[in-house]
């Protein structure tokens, strides 16, 4: 089991651009795949974009050439970098991570991005 503790979400304009990050504690960071999930109102939850635990990455289609996702092992932290951000960002950001038990989530952060 891990806990995850998400952070940096806010209010940004378009255009503009915010990084969230997620600390994690509670097992072997290196050791498992993480990333990033976003669910908007009345919408399914999303892939936002994920990273294995040697740097591969997927990002999500919608995201695609604006976000970013990195992760430190050193600091157990894995970071969702969004650029060029525009109003249909506009969601409850997830960090997720996929170890032996299942997935884990944290309680997410919430990113508004106005006109």
């Known amino acids: 089991q891990v806990h995850l503790v998400e952070s940096g979400g806010g209010l940004v304009q378009a255009g503009g651009s915010l990084r969230l990050s997620c600390a994690a504690s509670?097992?072997?960071?290196?050791?498992?795949?993480m990333g990033w999930y976003r669910q908007a109102p009345g919408k399914q939850r999303e892939m936002v974009a994920q990273?294995?635990?040697?740097?591969?990455?997927k990002i999500g289609d919608s995201v695609k050439g604006r976000f970013t996702v990195s992760r430190d092992n050193a600091k157990n932290t894995v970071y969702l970098q969004m650029n060029t951000v525009k109003p249909e960002d506009t969601a409850v950001y997830y960090c997720w991570a996929l170890t032996r038990s299942g997935p884990n989530w944290g309680q997410g952060t919430q990113v508004t991005v106005s006109q």
């Open positions: 509670g097992s072997i960071f290196d050791d498992y795949p």
């Open positions: 990273i294995t635990s040697n740097g591969g990455t």
